[in-house]
């Protein structure tokens, strides 16, 4: 793990992408204490500062109902990570165990799990969110849902892949000799093998999550106002362009900075991991 470290603030991009994620994190959680008009948040209108290009003390302008663009773009990075853990939180594990169960299991399980997942795999990741939240009442609570659905089957692909590679390894078929349990063999035996492909995935992911949620925004099926959504500003604001251009450009300048340094990260992670497997 320190030599993991070590390697990361060696490497310029991995740098940027822990600088970028880290000022992504620090103002979600401080978003109160670092915002000048945290009351924006909510359903408040200012109508005397209506639509105004950035200026003191609104430095990335106002919206169309008065409110401060900065303090909401700051209060989205909270709801867009929220999302993004809240996702990866649940998906993960279920994907995880389903393909260790089919890659070490074989047979009729292996058909069944892996036949299931490949349908999941077959609907572009979008569409079935979007098809998913046609059927429910667009929110945030949904939204997790709907995204949830659709991202543990790349995790059931990506264990099951490697449990296959590694089932027939020395260390899996000295503790079959040795009597070990099948699930001891699994989660205890192959499982840490599958850690670092996971880590970096999940690196990776969280840059995908939130793109894919402000995708569900932008398009009235995700979080709902006035929740600050990056997703649903850049929407409001894409009816207003080029003249209220502060509307779309901040907002969308924020998921660009969130998605790049999770993307970096995540690269960085693949080539350090994949060298040292």
């Given at each position: 793990?320190?030599?993991?470290?070590?390697?990361?603030?060696?490497?310029?991009?991995?740098l940027?992408?822990?600088?970028?994620?880290g000022?992504?994190?620090?103002?979600?959680i401080?978003?109160?204490f670092?915002?000048?008009?945290?009351?924006?948040v909510?359903?408040?209108?200012?109508f005397?500062?209506?639509?105004?290009?950035?200026?003191?003390?609104?430095i990335?302008?106002?919206?169309l109902?008065?409110r401060?663009?900065f303090?909401?773009?700051i209060?989205?990075?909270?709801?867009s990570l929220?999302?993004?853990v809240?996702?990866?939180?649940?998906a993960?594990?279920?994907?995880?165990?389903?393909?260790?169960?089919?890659?070490?299991?074989?047979?009729?399980?292996?058909y069944?799990?892996m036949?299931?997942?490949d349908?999941?795999?077959?609907?572009p990741?979008?569409?079935?969110?979007?098809s998913?939240?046609?059927?429910?009442?667009?929110?945030?609570?949904?939204?997790?849902?709907?995204?949830?659905?659709?991202?543990?089957?790349?995790?059931t692909?990506?264990?099951?892949?490697?449990?296959?590679s590694?089932?027939?390894e020395?260390?899996?078929?000295?503790a079959?000799?040795v009597?070990a349990?099948?699930?001891?063999?699994?989660f205890?035996?192959?499982?840490?093998?599958?850690?670092?492909a996971?880590?970096?995935?999940?690196?990776?992911d969280?840059?995908?999550?939130?793109l894919?949620?402000s995708?569900?925004?932008?398009?009235?099926?995700?979080?709902?106002?006035?929740?600050?959504d990056?997703?649903s500003?850049?929407?409001?604001?894409?009816?207003y362009?080029p003249?209220s251009w502060?509307?779309?450009?901040?907002p969308?300048?924020?998921?660009?900075?969130?998605?790049?340094?999770?993307n970096?990260?995540?690269?960085?992670?693949?080539?350090?991991?994949g060298s040292?497997?």
């Amino acid at each position: 793990m320190s030599r993991t470290l070590y390697i990361l603030m060696r490497n310029p991009l991995s740098l940027v992408g822990i600088v970028l994620i880290g000022l992504v994190v620090f103002a979600a959680i401080f978003a109160d204490f670092i915002t000048p008009f945290p009351e924006h948040v909510g359903a408040v209108v200012d109508f005397t500062n209506f639509n105004q290009p950035p200026h003191w003390p609104n430095i990335f302008g106002t919206d169309l109902v008065g409110r401060d663009l900065f303090t909401r773009v700051i209060f989205a990075f909270r709801t867009s990570l929220l999302l993004a853990v809240v996702v990866l939180t649940i998906a993960v594990p279920i994907g995880v165990v389903i393909g260790l169960i089919a890659g070490y299991t074989g047979g009729w399980v292996d058909y069944v799990l892996m036949r299931i997942t490949d349908v999941f795999l077959s609907i572009p990741p979008l569409v079935l969110a979007m098809s998913i939240m046609g059927l429910l009442e667009p929110s945030l609570t949904n939204g997790m849902l709907a995204v949830t659905a659709m991202w543990w089957p790349w995790y059931t692909r990506l264990v099951y892949n490697i449990v296959r590679s590694e089932r027939e390894e020395g260390y899996v078929l000295a503790a079959e000799v040795v009597g070990a349990s099948r699930w001891h063999i699994m989660f205890r035996e192959i499982l840490p093998n599958c850690v670092p492909a996971i880590i970096t995935k999940m690196t990776l992911d969280c840059g995908f999550v939130i793109l894919i949620a402000s995708s569900l925004s932008f398009l009235g099926l995700g979080v709902q106002p006035p929740t600050p959504d990056l997703g649903s500003m850049v929407a409001e604001g894409a009816n207003y362009l080029p003249d209220s251009w502060w509307l779309t450009v901040f907002p969308g300048l924020a998921i660009l900075i969130a998605v790049f340094g999770f993307n970096l990260l995540g690269d960085a992670l693949r080539d350090i991991l994949g060298s040292e497997s």
